[in-house]
């Protein structure tokens, strides 16, 4: 993706990508890029994995990451869906 971003900041080529792919960026952190909202799918669903060995468990300290790692994903997504329950209800009044 990096190739991919430094490609767009030249002014050759654009890309496709999710909002949560392209916001932690720091090419669009700090302006170089811009992503411009053509669908919002409010109903769209993810699933996020992670791959490994059947046969070698995680230590004590990546089972701990991973663990707050999901906590994070969960608090981002529920502040999200009240931010956007919010925008939609301000829609509704104008």
């Known amino acids: 993706m990096a190739g991919t971003l430094q490609a767009i900041n030249e002014s050759v080529a654009v890309t496709f990508a999710p909002d949560f792919v392209m916001e932690n960026y720091p090419f669009t952190i700090n302006g170089d890029i811009i992503a411009v909202d053509l669908v919002n799918h409010n109903t769209v669903n993810i699933s996020l994995r992670l791959v ?28 999200k869906r009240e931010a956007t329950s919010s925008n939609e209800g301000a829609k509704l009044l104008f």
Do not use: D, G, Q, W
């Open 52 to 79: 490994r060995s059947e046969n070698k468990h995680l230590s004590i300290s990546a089972n701990k990451y991973i663990h707050y790692l999901k906590s994070e994903i969960i608090k981002k997504l529920r502040k």
